[in-house]
């Protein structure tokens, strides 16, 4: 790809002796869906949290819009890169958990406005008034002064889906944010993230719901024990892999 807005180079990460992600290498375009599917342990977490520099990769590096993430170049060498940036470029790369990980002892209005008025230092008045607008959005309107224990698994996936956007970031990543919710509220966090797929925002899900990844995604990437196994059009990677490792993980879970 020429200009890929996410570029994903050549990632390894370890724990101990386990080597989780493998010389891993993806683009991803501006505004471009990718999910990533693929088994229990394959890796999928592990990138997303090498992304958004909650961990670091042992070699290769993360590009988001041409800067490398966490890293700075120094005499034609790779180190890390100071507090100060590294705070700032993650400001830049939303998260939203399997989890939620809302802030518990907060008010789904403060949230949602902690990170827009800590970090990128913007005046409580617009924080809130760009809160509102984004409950709007993810269809919460009237829950601004609620607890995140007061609200349904769904809701509170649609709080952190309203979190994330508030930081403007250049790309979301979604850590099977369906996984942990009952069934009945599935469709209304994959109906959110849905309408930020035509929103022009570059975003990352990791998903078990194939069918989603199949009318949302530009892209699938299918993984398989820290390697890229298949990269391609949901068309080709869902409904016809040529991998006889995606063919096998699919058989298993798509319905016949
Ligand atoms: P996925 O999200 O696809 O289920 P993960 O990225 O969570 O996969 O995990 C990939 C592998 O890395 C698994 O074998 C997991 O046990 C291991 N792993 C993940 N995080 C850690 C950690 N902090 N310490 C040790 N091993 C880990
Ligand atoms: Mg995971």
Redesign the pocket.
Known sequence: MMNPHLRINKLTKR??E?V?LSDFTLDVGRGEVVSLI??????????LRCISQIEHADSGFVMLDGELLGLTMSNGRLKAAGREKVRNQRAEVGMVFQNFELFPHMTVLQNIIEAPVHVRKISLFSAQEQARNLLDRVGLENKEHSYPAELSGGQKQRVAIARALAMQPKVILF?EPTSALDPELVGEVLSVIKGLSNSGITLVV?THEISFAREISDTVAF?DG?ILIEHGPPEIVINNPSNPRTQEFLSRILPI
């Open positions: 724990f101990a386990t989780v693929g088994p229990s342990g394959s890796g999928k977490s592990t990138l850590d990791a993984l820290g």
